[in-house]
C-alpha cells in the first residue's frame, strides 16, 4: 500500500491560510492583451529585401519630380503614370497608394525568378490587364493574359536604398522618361541602370512574411 506523503506538523501549530496570487496591477496589461502596434498591421506598406518578398498587391513609384506611380487608367483602358503629393516632411519612399488603380498584384511561377503584374482593379473587360512591354521598348498593360513579355525580372539595388529595377523578357530595362509634348512616360528598352530605371517597389508586410 502506497503512502502519501504529508506535511509535518506539531500540536499547538495554528493552521496557515493559504495565500492567493495576487495579480500585479503595477504592471498594466499583460503582453498578450496589448494591441498590435502599427509596425505589426499586416497590410502596412514596407519595402522587399529580396526579390522574391515581391507579391502581392505591389506599389511600384518613381522618384522624379513630381513623384509618379505605376497606375491603371480605367477611364481610357491603359497604362499611365500617376503624379503623387506626399507630405512635405514626408521621406518620398514612405509613400503609399492613394487609390486602387495605383496598386499591381505581383505572382510567379513557383521557382520562377521572374514577376507577372497584373491590374488589381476592375477593368473595362472584367478581366486583369497585365503589364508587358514588346521588342520595342513599348510598355503596355492591355494584354489579359501572361506570357513572355509579360514577364519582369527583379533586380533589387542594395546601394540605392533598396530600390529596385526591371529587366524584360528582352533583356532591357523599365524606365521613367520625357516624351517630346513634355510629358512623362514608361518605356522599356534603356541597356543600363540609371536614375531613370530605379524604382521604389512596395508591398504588404503579411505577403513580405510569407514570403
Same mark, same amino acid.
Not at 42 to 45: C, L
Not at 80 to 96: H, V
Not at 106 to 110: D, F, H, S, W, Y
Given at each position: 500500500m502506497s503512502v502519501r506523503a504529508t506535511k509535518l !506538523?506539531?500540536?499547538g501549530d495554528k493552521p496557515s491560510k493559504k495565500r492567493k496570487r495576487k495579480e500585479r496591477d503595477d504592471d498594466g496589461p499583460s503582453s498578450s492583451r496589448l494591441s498590435p502596434s502599427a509596425d505589426d498591421k &499586416?497590410?502596412?506598406?514596407v519595402l522587399p529585401e529580396n526579390a522574391l518578398e515581391l507579391r502581392g498587391p505591389t506599389f511600384i513609384f518613381h522618384p522624379s519630380e513630381p513623384p509618379l506611380c505605376v497606375s491603371y487608367d480605367t477611364g481610357r483602358s491603359k497604362l #499611365?503614370? %500617376?503624379?503623387? %503629393?506626399? #507630405?512635405?516632411?514626408? &521621406?518620398?519612399?514612405?509613400? !503609399?497608394?492613394?487609390?486602387v488603380s495605383h496598386v499591381w498584384v #505581383? !505572382?510567379?511561377?513557383?521557382g520562377a525568378e521572374t514577376v507577372n503584374f497584373r !491590374?488589381?482593379?476592375s477593368t473595362s473587360s472584367g478581366a486583369p490587364k497585365f503589364l508587358g512591354c514588346d521588342a520595342h521598348g513599348l510598355v503596355s498593360a492591355d494584354r489579359e493574359a501572361r506570357g513572355p513579355q509579360e514577364e519582369w525580372t527583379p533586380v533589387l539595388l542594395p546601394d540605392a536604398g533598396g530600390m529596385v529595377a526591371f529587366q524584360n523578357s528582352y533583356g532591357k530595362y523599365l524606365s521613367v522618361d520625357e516624351t517630346a509634348g513634355g510629358s512623362m512616360a514608361l518605356r522599356g528598352d534603356s541597356d543600363t541602370i540609371g536614375f531613370a530605371e530605379q524604382f521604389w517597389a512596395k508591398v504588404q508586410a503579411r505577403y513580405k512574411k510569407e514570403a
Open positions: !506538523t506539531f500540536k &499586416p497590410e502596412r506598406w #499611365a503614370l %500617376s503624379a503623387l %503629393s506626399p #507630405a512635405a516632411d514626408q &521621406p518620398l519612399k514612405e509613400c !503609399t497608394p492613394a487609390q #505581383a !505572382t510567379r511561377v513557383a !491590374t488589381g482593379i
